[in-house]
């Protein structure tokens, strides 16, 4: 599956103090929303729905990397 960029605003000299106040306790902003979204989801997707999209994903991303494996050892081949 695809990943999507999430655009919001929020006022400048709030998410200066934010990036500030987290840089010196080493928080990185970009993770902290990350795991919040996260919760969110958690929170709100139901049980079932969660696991039929993480069974879809893993298929995805299993034919992934077969398809790359295929593509890697065909080029290898080529080359001897």
Same mark, same amino acid.
Request: hydrophobic fraction near 30%; charge should be neutral; charged fraction near 35%.
């Given at each position: 599956?695809?990943? #999507? +960029?999430? +655009?919001?605003?929020?006022?400048?000299?709030? *998410? &200066? %103090?934010? +990036?500030?106040?987290? =840089?010196?306790k080493e928080a990185d902003l970009? /993770? /902290?929303?990350?795991?919040? *979204?996260?919760? *969110?989801?958690?929170?709100?997707?139901?049980?079932? #729905?969660?696991?039929?999209? &993480? &069974?879809?994903?893993? $298929?995805? /991303?299993? %034919?992934?990397?077969?398809?790359?494996? $295929?593509?890697?050892? =065909?080029?290898?081949?080529?080359?001897?």
């Amino acid at each position: 599956m695809k990943n #999507t +960029t999430l +655009t919001m605003s929020f006022n400048t000299e709030r *998410l &200066d %103090a934010l +990036t500030y106040h987290m =840089g010196k306790k080493e928080a990185d902003l970009q /993770e /902290e929303l990350k795991d919040y *979204l996260q919760k *969110l989801y958690e929170k709100y997707v139901p049980q079932a #729905t969660r696991e039929y999209l &993480d &069974d879809r994903i893993a $298929r995805e /991303e299993n %034919a992934r990397s077969s398809r790359s494996n $295929r593509q890697r050892n =065909g080029a290898s081949q080529a080359a001897e």
